[in-house]
């Protein structure tokens, strides 16, 4: 029986960490979870929601700090709710991170330690400043001035932080024209309750290589006042190459309205992974890593080992990133993704390179596959998939285990789900050759990796 009740503090050893970065403490059997703690770490935590097996309780006071601690570098890191391991130091953070595939793999997969061949975790060289896209809304404090900054964990509350460390230093420069702009104009950030007021959010990109900038203001209306001095203002910012607004008039905690109003630019800014370049729109999806999306698609290069005659199929393509960085070497792409914006993009990005050689698909890659593979014949030589969290419907595998490529690559953003797709497809003809993580979200729990499957067939 757990005796320890609801707003009662208790002393507990930090033991393990959740997926999503909490720190796990065990008391008489029950786990209590507690978010900003580090494994290692002994605390005073108070617990705050309890459940038959575990519980949540809040960080109050940190007695014997871990080895593994370190002090936050963010002033808001506790408050925020974008990042989860600032406690921890980044070269812990990335041992955490290909513990956990590898746990994953061996409790869920059901592999044997002697089968795994993981290769060294890629790492940032720097871990702040990576990201090339923020969405900041708006919104007022108590007393009635204009703030802007980061939603607290699970709420709406906005936590006022102009400057994030993951984000562009520009960032704050252009929050700090949209607020002014706003206080000239007198105009009125929205107010999610009463559905009033004009200015919801403001997306802004950086394009890394090209210096490119971009700012798209989601508005709850169909103008905006005074804009032209605003565009003029913002062209101050060195960089500045779009700038545009969104209506959203939805009473939706969707961000970016469907309708984009051009203000100045040719609507998008340029950026580049590899060779490749990319128009980037306001409703383009574009990776918010580029330097490590480049890493991460050199390893899946390098484990498709191509040599320039294969077909390779690029399941859960997006807009066709990894299937454009293959086509460089191969004879044939073909890609397979259920969005269709991302299939024009894809399609955009392949005409804007020059590339002929590759062909996508708008659908559900368990669908797309085996009618194309039925239909037409298809065969490949290595697939490429990259599914969302939830992993690869059962049909694709089949039909991959169907097709019978010499190699699969296999990306993903969940070791869970990874490890029991592994698992269905060692069954049936395929062995696991390498796996190889690459961190693309510093001080997230978040990891990405990517595993080669060879075709076992005797
Ligand atoms: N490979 C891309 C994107 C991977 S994210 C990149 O590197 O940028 C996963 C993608 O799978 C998303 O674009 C999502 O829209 C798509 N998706 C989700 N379910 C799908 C399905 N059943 N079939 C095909 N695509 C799917």
Sequence with gaps: MMTIKKNDCFIVEIEDMS?????IGKQEGYAWFIKDTVIGDVVEAKAMKTKKSYGFARLMKVIRPSEKRIEPTCPVSRQCGGCQLQAMSYEEQLKFKERKVCQNLLRIGGFDEKELEFEPIIGMENPWRYRNKAQFPFGLDKEGGIVTGFYAGRTHTIIPQEDCLLGVEEN??????????????????YDEESHR????????????RTGELMVCLVINGKDLPGVKSLTETLCSVEGMTSISFSINREKSNV???KEIVNLYGPGYITD?????????????????????????????????GLAGKETVWDLYCGIGTISLFLA????????????????RDARENA??????????FVGKAEEVLPEQYEARKYFADVIVVDPPRKGCDQ??????????????VYVSCDSATLARDLRYLCDRGFKLEKVRCCDMFAWSGHIESVTLLISDLK
Excluded: W
């Design 19 to 23: 997926e999503d970065g909490s720190g």
């Design 172 to 189: 704050q420069k252009i929050l700090r024209i949209i607020k002014s702009y706003m206080r000239e104009f007198r105009i009125q950030p």
């Design 197 to 208: 007021g004009l200015v919801r959010h403001v997306l802004i990109r950086k394009g890394f």
């Design 255 to 257: 961000i970016m309205g």
């Design 272 to 304: 580049y992974i590899g060779e490749i370049q990319y128009h980037i729109s306001p409703l383009s999806f574009f990776q918010v890593n580029p330097v490590q999306t480049e890493k991460l698609y050199q390893i899946v290069s390098e484990y498709a």
């Design 328 to 343: 460089q070497k191969a004879k044939a792409v073909y890609g397979v993704e259920i969005v269709p914006e991302a299939i």
């Design 351 to 360: 005409r804007l390179n020059g590339f002929y050689n590759v062909e996508f």
């Design 395 to 408: 049909m694709c595998l089949d039909t991959i285990v169907k097709m019978g490529p010499k190699k699969v």
